[in-house]
C-alpha cells in the first residue's frame, strides 16, 4: 500500500515562484523512480521531471530546464519540486508518482508508473 501527501500548490503571478512537496508513506524499498507530472485542462498528462532512486540522477521536460528544480530529502521519502519564473503555460495539476522501474528515456511516460498521488493545482494568473 502506497500513500501520497501533496501539498504546496496554489495561485501565483507570471514569474513568480512555488514549492510542491510530496511525502510517500507505504513500501518504498522497490521504488526505482519519483516523478512529477502535470495535466493542464484538455491535455494530456505530462512528465515534468524525474528522480532515478538507483543513482540519483534527475531529469527534466524541456519545457521546464532552468526553471523547475526536482530534489529528494536523504532522511525521508519526501520529493520537491521548486518551480520558477512561472508563466501561464505552467497552470496545472501537478501530480507524484512512483514506479518499480526507471527508463532514462521513456521516463515521461504516465503508464510507466505504478503509484499516484492525488494531484495539487497550480495556477499561474495575473
Known amino acids: 500500500q502506497v500513500q501520497f501527501e501533496e501539498s504546496g500548490g496554489g495561485l501565483v503571478q507570471p514569474g513568480g515562484s512555488l514549492r510542491l512537496s510530496c511525502t510517500i508513506h507505504?513500501?518504498?524499498?522497490?521504488?526505482?523512480?519519483i516523478a512529477w507530472f502535470r495535466q493542464a485542462p484538455g491535455k494530456e498528462r505530462e512528465g515534468v521531471s524525474c528522480?532515478?532512486?538507483?543513482?540519483?540522477?534527475?531529469y527534466y521536460a524541456d519545457s521546464v530546464k532552468g526553471r523547475f528544480t526536482m530534489s529528494k530529502d536523504n532522511d525521508k521519502y519526501t520529493v520537491y519540486l521548486q518551480m520558477t519564473n512561472l508563466n501561464a503555460d505552467d497552470t496545472a495539476v501537478y501530480y507524484c508518482?512512483?514506479?518499480?522501474?526507471?527508463?532514462?528515456?521513456?521516463?515521461?511516460?504516465?503508464?510507466?508508473?505504478?503509484?499516484w498521488g492525488q494531484g495539487t493545482q497550480v495556477t499561474v494568473s495575473s
Open positions: 508518482a512512483v514506479g518499480y522501474g526507471f527508463w532514462a528515456t521513456g521516463w515521461g511516460r504516465p503508464h510507466l508508473y505504478d503509484y
Open positions: 507505504g513500501s518504498t524499498a522497490h521504488f526505482y523512480s
Open positions: 528522480f532515478s532512486v538507483a543513482d540519483g540522477n534527475i
